[in-house]
Nanobody, 115 residues
């Protein structure tokens, strides 16, 4: 059974930053690629970023490339997403997931970008 617990969301002004964390348990974290996905109000799940098992390969959607940074600490079984230069369109529930589709995701953390 996969357990993923996200934290770090909140209300931030446009141009601001947030760092999301995801604590993983009940599976061997360092054997899996990990993902961040998000869901904006009224929309479907959107893939945001991926990272390979050792953190040497990262991938980003075009909408966040250059602003977000994914990383992981396998010793702590934790996944991170550093989000800079936030925009109103980044407002969404953010989930970490063990698959790119988001079917194995946590309960999420809300990010709201608003002045």
């Amino acid at each position: 059974q996969v357990r993923l617990v996200e934290s770090g969301g909140g209300l931030v002004q446009p141009g601001g930053s947030l760092r999301l964390s995801c604590e993983a348990s009940k599976f061997t974290f360092n054997k899996y690629w990990m993902y961040w996905v998000r869901q904006a109000p009224g929309k479907g799940l959107e893939w945001v970023s991926s990272i390979n098992t050792v953190g040497s390969i990262t991938q980003y959607s075009a909408s966040v490339e250059g602003r977000f940074t994914i990383s992981r600490d396998n010793a702590k079984n934790t996944l991170y997403l550093q989000m800079n230069s936030l925009k109103s369109e980044d407002t969404a529930m953010y989930y970490c997931s063990r698959d790119q589709r988001g079917s194995l995701r946590g309960r999420g953390t809300q990010v709201t970008v608003s002045s």
